[in-house]
């Protein structure tokens, strides 16, 4: 089992960043992947990034590149998703996930392809 925990969402105004950090715990070494999804009010989970636990691929939601990034701390075994110019349509909460698969390939984007979530956060951000 891996446990995941989320930190850093809150009150954003449009343009400003906010970086948000899952920390897992438990059988940490059968992750192959981890990423972050978004849900916002009324609509479905979806894809924000998503990166090998143990290496430096990553995989980004087409309409977030450039203001997204996902990284992960070896140092503090974390991984953080540095959201920057937010805009109101990124309020939602958001969730960290993992996955046991060694591919990325298919369904790294899906959210039934994840084995692990966490809690979520909720990241609002005002205009």
């Known amino acids: 089992q891996v446990q995941l925990v989320e930190s850093g969402g809150g009150l954003a105004q449009a343009g400003d960043s906010l970086r948000l950090s899952c920390a897992p715990s438990g059988r940490t070494s059968s992750i192959g992947y981890m990423a972050w999804f978004r849900q916002a009010p009324g609509k479905e989970r979806e894809f924000a990034a998503g990166?090998?636990?143990?290496?430096?691929?990553?995989y980004y939601a087409d309409s977030l590149k450039g203001r997204f990034t996902i990284s992960r701390d070896n140092a503090k075994n974390t991984v953080a998703l540095q959201m920057n110019s937010l805009k109101p349509e990124d309020t939602a909460v958001y969730y960290c996930?993992?996955?046991?698969?060694?591919?990325?390939?298919?369904?790294?984007?899906?959210?039934?392809?994840?084995?692990?979530w966490g809690q979520g956060t909720q990241v609002t951000v005002s205009s």
């Open positions: 996930a993992a996955r046991t698969a060694s591919s990325w390939y298919p369904g790294g984007r899906l959210v039934s392809a994840y084995d692990y």
């Open positions: 990166i090998r636990w143990g290496g430096s691929a990553t």
